[in-house]
């Protein structure tokens, strides 16, 4: 059985459906009565702990706000948009399947909204891809929305210690569909990730592996992915392997000469932001001491969005496309 197999196959949506399943005080308790009560929603009270912060749901968000790409795709990708009263900080243009729900939904910021604006839109429910969603200079930290009666979810890649992968992304998936009382839907789209990560690895498995340097930014040093990140799994699962796998950091800096030492055979660019592809590849191609690097050398660059490469519904949608650049001939 391959990796990406037993990764995934060794998680039961069901099973952990049910030992999630219990009563604690939390935000929102006082939505609906309590277990056994006919009043209550099937499957709830629902307790989850979630990077420290424990919460129980007598039924499912009604006013959420999502904030960063794959919070907001995850939700649209489970059927969820009707319950968005407002999102904000894209990184890229949401996935077409998704643009009709997308579009209904009130953009609250471009980036991330102020404390002001998004209590305005009065949720009961706030979902952040990244932890700088909840940033408590700002004043929108997880327990300062919980004084003020409102649940939190922060996607479970930047509070995983150690390394960030299929697993992580199932219990995202599933603990997001149980929070919303779908939890059917949850475990179909994890059927869907898995057939599709399942055919690249088949198709891969048998061919040379490159090595690969993932290339987010950086002048004075680069930015790339490390091996605790999403970033990782995806070039893994694709066939290549990332030299900053030792990296102990989903993402994280380091010299060039680090880079140059490596000799990566291929370079991935992250696709977002005001720096095009096309400069990022120019700054490689010419700084001089990268000529030698097999990768620039020989004009290797393969190309993701930076929102494919982050805990969420494009894991399998990264795969099949860096499998595909790794391994163009691959059958």
Not at 51 to 65: D, E, F, L, M, N
Not at 143 to 151: D, F, R, V, Y
Not at 174 to 183: D, K, Q
Not at 184 to 189: D, H, T, Y
Request: glycine share 10%; charged share 20%; net charge negative.
């Amino acid at each position: 059985m391959s990796r990406s197999r037993a990764a995934l196959r060794a998680f039961t949506p069901v099973a952990l459906l049910m030992s999630l399943s219990g009563c604690a005080g939390s935000p929102g308790a006082g939505q609906a009565g309590a277990a056994g009560d006919p009043g209550a929603p099937p499957g709830f009270p629902y307790t989850v702990s979630n990077c420290g912060v424990t919460s129980t749901y007598q039924a499912p968000p009604r006013r959420a706000v999502t904030m960063n790409q794959h919070a907001t795709e995850l939700m649209l990708a489970l059927g969820l948009g009707d319950r968005i009263v407002g999102s904000a900080y894209l990184d890229d243009a949401v996935l077409p399947a998704y643009r009709p729900a997308y579009d209904k939904i009130k953009v609250l910021a471009e980036e991330y909204p102020s404390k002001e604006v998004l209590l305005g839109a009065d949720p009961d429910f706030v979902y952040g891809g990244y932890a700088s969603a909840f940033d408590k200079t700002q004043g929108r930290d997880r327990e300062g929305l919980a004084t003020s009666g409102i649940n939190s979810r922060l996607n479970v890649e930047y509070c995983t210690e150690g390394t960030v992968g299929l697993d992580q992304l199932k219990t995202e998936i599933t603990e997001v569909a149980r929070t919303f009382g779908v939890p059917e839907r949850g475990a179909k789209l994890i059927e869907d990730e898995q057939r599709r990560i399942d055919a690249v690895t088949s198709r891969v498995q048998d061919k040379p592996r490159p090595a690969v340097f993932a290339y987010d930014s950086g002048e004075a040093s680069a930015s790339t992915s490390g091996g605790n990140g999403t970033g990782n799994e995806i070039i893994s699962l694709s066939g290549g392997t990332n030299v900053f796998a030792d990296l102990n950091d989903t993402f994280g800096e380091v010299a060039w000469e680090k880079v140059i030492e490596r000799k990566p055979e291929v370079v991935l660019i992250y696709d977002y932001g005001g720096t095009t592809v096309e400069a990022k590849k120019q700054r490689l191609l010419n700084d001089p001491a990268l000529a030698d690097v097999p990768a620039v050398k020989h004009r290797r660059f393969v190309v993701l969005p930076l929102s494919s490469a982050v805990l969420g519904v494009r894991v399998a949608d990264a795969v099949e496309a860096l499998g595909g650049q790794l391994h163009p001939n691959a059958a």
